[in-house]
Nanobody, 115 residues
Framework: QVQLVESGGGLVQPGGSLRLSCAASGTFSSINVMGWYRQAPGKERELVATISRDGSTVYGDSVRGRFTISRDNAKNTVPLQMNSLKPEDTAVYYC?????????WGQGTQVIVSS
């Protein structure tokens, strides 16, 4: 059983920063990709960023240059540093772990960007 636990969401003013983190536990292949997606009210879930075990990253167009993803392979954690936040970044942020054909999701953490 794989569990993903997110933390770090909250309320922040436009232009501010937040740092999310996700910790994975359980049994899974070391060949995996971890990352973040988000879903705003009334919208489809979209890619924020992913990172493979070797550090290769993929960013969504709307966050590239503002968000930075990293990972600690020893601890199976995936921090997401979010800078220059905008109201349109408001969403529930979900952690994902993909290995082979399987995808595991966290419960999500709410991020609200508002003055």
């Amino acid at each position: 059983q794989v569990q993903l636990v997110e933390s770090g969401g909250g309320l922040v003013q436009p232009g501010g920063s937040l740092r999310l983190s996700c910790a994975a536990s359980g049994t899974f292949s070391s060949i995996n990709v971890m990352g973040w997606y988000r879903q705003a009210p009334g919208k489809e879930r979209e890619l924020v960023a992913t990172i493979s075990r070797d550090g290769s990253t993929v960013y969504g167009d709307s966050v590239r240059g503002r968000f930075t993803i990293s990972r600690d392979n020893a601890k199976n954690t995936v921090p997401l540093q979010m800078n220059s936040l905008k109201p349109e970044d408001t969403a529930v942020y979900y952690c994902i772990l993909r290995t082979g054909s399987r995808a595991y999701w966290g419960q999500g953490t709410q991020v609200i960007v508002s003055s």
